[in-house]
Structure formats: structure tokens, C-alpha cells
């Protein structure tokens, strides 16, 4: 499953929720008929509830949202905190030079020379720019995900070659 986003709160009383996204195009998700639910974001896929997308809005920073089976305020706090995912096969396709960032996730980084420099342990959203967290055991690097910094996402071969040196 790729992680979307987290139900934040309820948003009225008629069962709406406030989600907040972990991506730049949340609007795209109304293209999906269906979206998965679950209480934490490792569940295996067979345990996510898949619900009817009812309706979706663009809010503030994020989106509200209506889904199957969730009509009131009672059962909008009874998942608040819950992720949002969906299958892989399931997402709107990407542009070129555009990730998902469940696809990144256990990327090998290497460095200009292809010395390794560890693996895509997770992203964080900035505000400006997205920034890679790359784990090699104890150590961990945050890279910019931007063109000055990354020349080459390999989505194939799961590499990312950056122009970051492991002394930085």
C-alpha cells in the first residue's frame, strides 16, 4: 500500500474528514473511486478497509473528504489519526520525473562515484522542497530531493544518484 495521507479530524457533522496529505497533488486522489483505511500505516494491504470515495474537496492544506460507511460525526472521530493508502495499481500515474513517495521508500543512494551512501528511509515536506532521510545503519543523511542535489532516479534499478558526499 502507498501511504496518502492521515485523517486529521472530523469536519462537520455529517461524517466528513479533515485529511491531512503527505503529497503535492491530493486533488488527483478524486480520481479514485475507492480509498483504503487503517489505524497505523504498517498494516499488511489485506487488513485496510476500502471504502467508497462519496466526495473530495480541496481545504485550507489539505482536503475533506466523504467516504462509504462513515455518516456522522461519531464514526468521522472513530477513525480520526487513521492513514489513507491505496494499492499501487490503483493511483493516478505519474508524470515523468515524478515519484510517489512510497516508491522511493528503500531506495539505494549513491553518490556521484557509486559509492553508496545508505538507503531512503523516509521523506519530509518542507515547505520549499522535499528532502530525502537516507539511513546507512547508525547514520543519517537529509538530502534536498531537488535537481541540484539528485541527477538520476532510477525507478528500475531502485537507485538515486545524488551529487552528496558521505563526509557532508
Not at 29 to 56: G, T, V, Y
Not at 101 to 109: H, K
Amino acid at each position: 500500500m502507498i501511504v496518502l495521507g492521515r485523517i486529521a479530524v472530523p469536519f462537520g457533522v455529517k461524517g466528513w474528514l479533515k485529511v491531512q496529505t503527505f503529497g503535492d497533488d491530493p486533488l488527483s486522489w478524486r480520481e479514485m473511486p475507492h480509498w483504503w483505511i487503517a489505524p497505523a500505516d504498517s498494516l499488511p494491504a489485506e487488513q485496510w478497509s476500502r471504502r467508497a470515495l462519496l466526495a473530495c474537496q480541496a481545504h485550507n492544506k489539505g482536503l475533506i473528504a466523504s467516504l462509504e460507511g462513515i455518516a456522522d460525526r461519531t464514526a468521522a472521530e472513530a477513525v480520526g489519526g487513521w492513514y489513507i493508502a491505496a494499492p499501487r495499481q490503483a493511483l493516478p500515474r505519474t508524470e515523468e520525473n515524478e515519484y510517489y513517495w512510497g516508491d522511493l521508500m528503500g531506495m539505494a543512494v549513491l553518490d556521484e562515484a557509486g559509492e553508496p551512501l545508505g538507503e531512503v528511509a523516509g521523506l519530509l515536506s518542507t515547505g520549499a522542497h522535499d528532502v530525502l532521510r537516507v539511513r546507512d545503519g547508525e547514520t543519517e543523511r537529509l538530502i534536498p530531493f531537488v535537481a541540484a542535489h539528485v541527477s538520476r532516479v532510477d525507478p528500475g534499478a531502485r537507485t538515486i544518484c545524488t551529487s552528496w558526499h558521505k563526509d557532508w
